[in-house]
């Protein structure tokens, strides 16, 4: 059973960075399939950016049209730890944030499929204010 633990939320202003971190635990396999959603009041949940590995010890990554250029995930496999730096946050960036995991595996086809994703953490809280 794998279990995920989000941190870094918090409150910033227009234009401000912050960096999420979501802590993995319960892995028994180096392959780990991740990704960040987040869900705005009133909106549906969506995609912000997926990592998979390429190879044992190395990940490709995708990112939303909304994100790209201003948010970067990555992660250190040695550490369990799924990140997304977020530079440049607009109001619109305003949302609980979740990390999720995925046992089936995701690619750059997938990663936005939610249904790929069995595990998911209770989210961390970012809001932007001008």
């Known amino acids: 059973q794998v279990h995920l633990v989000e941190s870094g939320g918090g409150s910033v202003q227009t234009g401000g960075s912050l960096q999420l971190a979501c802590t993995a635990s319960?892995?028994?396999?180096?392959?780990?399939?991740m990704a960040w959603f987040r869900q705005a009041p009133g909106k549906e949940r969506e995609e912000v950016a997926g990592?998979?590995?390429?190879?044992?010890?190395?990940?490709?990554?995708a990112h939303a049209d909304s994100v790209k250029g201003r948010f970067s995930a990555s992660v250190d496999n040695g550490k369990n730890v799924l990140y997304l730096q977020m530079n440049g946050l607009k109001a619109e960036d305003t949302a609980m944030y979740y990390c999720?995991?995925?046992?089936?595996?995701?690619?750059?086809?997938?990663?936005?499929?939610?249904?790929?994703?069995?595990?998911w953490g209770q989210g961390t809280q970012v809001t932007v204010s001008s």
């Open positions: 999720a995991a995925s046992s089936v595996g995701i690619s750059d086809n997938s990663w936005r499929d939610q249904q790929r994703y069995n595990y």
């Open positions: 319960g892995y028994t396999t180096p392959w780990k399939y």
């Open positions: 990592v998979w590995p390429t190879s044992l010890d190395r990940f490709s990554a």
